[in-house]
């Protein structure tokens, strides 16, 4: 691998934007040298265009404040600038994905927070902790889209980032045949704070569109296999889920019932919990969390508030675990939506890449 990538982030204006510049600032890799977004801030500096926007608890970082913002849709000319990409922007699916497929066609990799590609049978959806070997499905990627270095990687959906993790080493171990899971999701989730979302003050929505269904289909890509030029998605778990948006700032819970096909102790999955790393830590990738799973065993945690920012905001917390009447066991789970949900867990998989010698 090189030294160091020359990165670009687009939709850097947005709120998963925010979050990769402020993660970039200091990053020992990737050193940021494009910001993209629409025509409407392309021209501004970078401090112009998000103006009053800018979510992140720390100040927007003076290298990035007179960057002029460029044209996201100047596909070519900002391949030629950087290595790779990260994309997170707000636009139609299908728009999203002949964007992304446009960078990659110009040779220029695609880290991806976006949902658009996430299905496509040769992009692989990579949690890096979970399943760092479906980056070997890039060669077929690149032979269907003729490019020697392009493709486009995603990452999976925020929601679900919070209680696949603490599944994946039960899965492995005692086998897991069903899962309910109710979610409670921060509204930076949806890219907006108390100040543009009111509406959320005093209340909970009972409604995220899209959200369940992704929380239900992308876990069982995440634990499918490579197979010829596709990735097949595993058949198990069942998983129903309902997701509802919270009145919490970062942040996203999960109530989790689980049943297994040979159930474990409660001891048993204590240790499973406290003794999971993953390629992540192995590598020792720089976003990597040291210890990736928390359990908290005092009765009242997790909550976002405390522990949203453990390991940078890349571990997940787990507590509450104990036996169910209807499931085996119940337990909460914890994430930050915007950090291990979202820009960190990107930039985790384009340090994966990297090492694997994707990037070069
Ligand atoms: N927020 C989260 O926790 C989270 C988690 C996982 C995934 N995601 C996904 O990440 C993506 C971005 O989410 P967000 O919350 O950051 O959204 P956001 O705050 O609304 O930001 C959207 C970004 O997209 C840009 N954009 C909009 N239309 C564009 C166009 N036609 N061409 C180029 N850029 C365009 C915007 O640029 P302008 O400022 O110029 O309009 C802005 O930079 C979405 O696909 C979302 O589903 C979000």
Same mark, same amino acid.
């Given at each position: 691998?090189?030294?160091?990538?020359?990165?670009? &982030?687009?939709?850097?204006?947005?709120?998963?934007?925010?979050?990769?510049?402020?993660?970039?600032?200091? %990053?020992?890799?990737?050193?940021?040298?494009?910001?993209?977004?629409?025509?409407?801030?392309?021209?501004?500096?970078?401090?112009?265009?998000?103006?009053?926007?800018?979510?992140?608890?720390?100040?927007?970082?003076?290298?990035?404040?007179?960057?002029?913002?460029?044209?996201?849709?100047?596909?070519?000319?900002?391949?030629? @600038? &950087?290595?790779?990409?990260?994309?997170?922007?707000?636009?139609?699916?299908?728009?999203?994905?002949?964007?992304?497929?446009?960078?990659?066609?110009?040779?220029?990799?695609?880290?991806?927070?976006?949902?658009?590609?996430?299905?496509?049978?040769?992009?692989?959806?990579?949690?890096?902790?979970?399943?760092?070997? %479906?980056?070997?499905?890039?060669?077929?990627?690149?032979?269907?889209?003729?490019?020697?270095?392009?493709?486009?990687?995603?990452?999976?959906?925020?929601?679900?980032?919070?209680?696949?993790?603490?599944? %994946?080493?039960?899965?492995?171990?005692?086998?897991?045949?069903?899962?309910?899971?109710?979610?409670?999701?921060?509204?930076?989730?949806?890219?907006?704070?108390?100040?543009?979302?009111?509406?959320? &003050?005093?209340?909970?929505?009972?409604?995220?569109?899209?959200?369940?269904?992704?929380?239900?289909?992308?876990?069982?890509?995440?634990?499918?296999?490579?197979?010829?030029?596709?990735?097949?998605?595993?058949?198990?778990?069942?998983?129903?889920?309902?997701?509802?948006?919270?009145?919490?700032?970062?942040?996203?819970?999960?109530?989790?019932?689980?049943?297994?096909?040979?159930?474990?102790?409660?001891?048993?999955?204590?240790?499973?919990?406290?003794?999971?790393?993953?390629?992540?830590?192995?590598?020792?990738?720089?976003?990597?969390?040291? @210890?990736?799973?928390?359990?908290?065993?005092?009765?009242?945690?997790?909550?976002?508030?405390?522990?949203?920012?453990?390991?940078?905001?890349?571990?997940?917390?787990?507590?509450?675990?104990?036996?169910?009447?209807?499931?085996?066991?119940?337990?909460?789970?914890?994430?930050?939506?915007?950090?291990?949900?979202?820009?960190?867990?990107? &930039?985790?998989?384009?340090?994966?890449?990297?090492?694997?010698?994707?990037?070069?």
């Amino acid at each position: 691998m090189k030294e160091q990538y020359k990165v670009g &982030v687009v939709g850097a204006t947005g709120m998963v934007g925010q979050r990769f510049v402020t993660l970039l600032e200091n %990053h020992p890799w990737f050193k940021l040298t494009v910001l993209a977004a629409s025509g409407r801030s392309a021209g501004k500096t970078y401090e112009e265009a998000v103006g009053s926007r800018w979510a992140m608890a720390t100040a927007m970082p003076e290298s990035v404040k007179q960057m002029v913002v460029q044209d996201a849709s100047q596909v070519e000319e900002i391949a030629a @600038q &950087v290595d790779f990409v990260f994309c997170a922007v707000n636009m139609k699916k299908d728009e999203i994905k002949a964007l992304e497929e446009a960078y990659a066609k110009a040779e220029c990799p695609v880290v991806s927070n976006n949902s658009a590609h996430r299905f496509t049978a040769d992009v692989p959806m990579i949690v890096p902790e979970i399943n760092a070997d %479906h980056v070997e499905i890039i060669d077929a990627q690149r032979r269907r889209l003729g490019t020697k270095r392009g493709f486009v990687a995603v990452k999976s959906n925020c929601s679900l980032q919070s209680y696949v993790p603490a599944l %994946h080493p039960l899965k492995e171990e005692f086998g897991i045949s069903k899962v309910l899971v109710c979610t409670y999701q921060a509204i930076s989730g949806a890219g907006k704070t108390f100040e543009t979302m009111p509406e959320i &003050v005093d209340n909970v929505i009972p409604y995220i569109g899209g959200e369940e269904e992704k929380s239900e289909k992308e876990p069982l890509k995440l634990w499918g296999h490579v197979e010829g030029d596709q990735i097949v998605c595993a058949e198990k778990p069942l998983i129903t889920a309902q997701c509802y948006r919270v009145p919490v700032t970062d942040g996203h819970t999960a109530a989790v019932f689980v049943s297994f096909d040979k159930k474990p102790t409660q001891e048993q999955m204590l240790k499973a919990w406290a003794e999971f790393s993953g390629p992540s830590q192995q590598l020792n990738l720089p976003s990597a969390p040291k @210890q990736f799973l928390h359990y908290h065993s005092e009765d009242n945690r997790p909550q976002p508030k405390l522990d949203r920012m453990i390991e940078n905001g890349m571990a997940v917390s787990i507590g509450r675990l104990r036996e169910d009447i209807l499931f085996d066991y119940k337990f909460t789970c914890m994430s930050h939506n915007t950090l291990r949900g979202a820009a960190g867990g990107a &930039v985790l998989l384009a340090e994966l890449l990297a090492v694997k010698g994707y990037m070069d």
